[in-house]
């Protein structure tokens, strides 16, 4: 079986730090054949350590890594943007967070553009976290997804599942990814005939900050289980690893 997942941490979170070497290992022993990967060291703006951590990621893994560029408002106006575009890597994506960044996205700011501007010069998605929070709620990047079809919009979590279902039926250019996401939402999705547009996402290691008496390779099997139990196996196909070949090579 495929398996590729879309939605992955390396770096510093909160309380405890994910290195690439233990990300690896981990991702192999749950059978994850590629993953897309970003870096949450970001949220300190320590950018060298953020660029340190994706080419440690490249020599361990090589070509089943996709390195996504997190991009913060700060990083856009102080060198980090520029620091990451310079630093060889190979960005697959990129990708801003409404919710850690409060504010920092709005439309009206000229940020937000910026960041799709990035997407677009390297003709690569743009991920935005999405949630129930303010800033955050999918029909509040309508306006951007309208103006901007020649770009690609992945929502993160896909939440409010409503709003994400409302705007991938109106806009053939917005796909979402299942971190976080309830498998009977996975199964909505498909239902509604949008399997070709979903990206299975695990959002790990952020599930050990959440559920730290969990283990967390059961945690992992046992949504993959689940999901395969849940969707048509056509639809399994799709989401495990089809959608994450054609949109990031």
């Known amino acids: 079986m495929l398996?590729?997942?879309?939605?992955?941490h390396v770096g510093q979170f909160r309380d405890f730090y994910e290195s690439p070497c233990e990300l690896t290992a981990y991702l192999s022993s749950v059978g994850v054949t590629r993953f897309a990967v970003s870096s949450t060291t970001v949220c300190e703006e320590n950018y060298d350590k953020?660029?340190?951590e994706h080419r440690e990621l490249k020599e361990l893994a090589g070509d089943r890594v996709c390195s996504v560029l997190w991009l913060t408002p700060?990083?856009?106006h102080n060198g980090g943007a520029e620091a990451f575009l310079e630093s060889g890597i190979d960005w697959k994506c990129v990708k801003i967070?409404?919710?850690l960044n409060f504010g920092g996205w709005q439309d009206d700011n000229g940020d937000r553009e910026m960041a799709i501007g990035i997407a677009?010069?390297?003709?690569?998605?743009?991920l935005i976290h999405t949630g129930e929070t303010e800033g955050s709620y999918p029909l509040c990047f309508e306006g951007s997804i309208k103006k901007h079809k020649d770009v690609t919009f992945i929502l993160a979590h896909g939440r409010p599942i409503g709003e994400a279902l409302e705007l991938m039926k109106r806009y053939p250019n917005v796909w979402a990814d299942t971190a976080f996401m309830p498998i009977e939402n996975i199964r909505k999705l498909c239902d509604e005939g949008l399997s070709e547009r979903v990206l299975w996402g695990s959002d790990y290691p952020i599930n050990k900050h959440y559920y730290p008496q969990t283990d967390a390779r059961e945690y992992y099997l046992n949504l993959i289980r689940q999901l395969k139990e849940t969707i048509s196996a056509e639809d399994f196909e799709l989401v495990s690893h089809t959608n994450f070949e054609r949109l990031f090579g």
């Open 74 to 76: 700060q990083s856009l």
């Open 50 to 52: 953020v660029i340190s």
């Open 120 to 126: 677009r010069r390297l003709h690569v998605p743009l």
């Open 97 to 99: 967070h409404p919710w």
């Open 3 to 8: 398996l590729f997942d879309a939605h992955i």
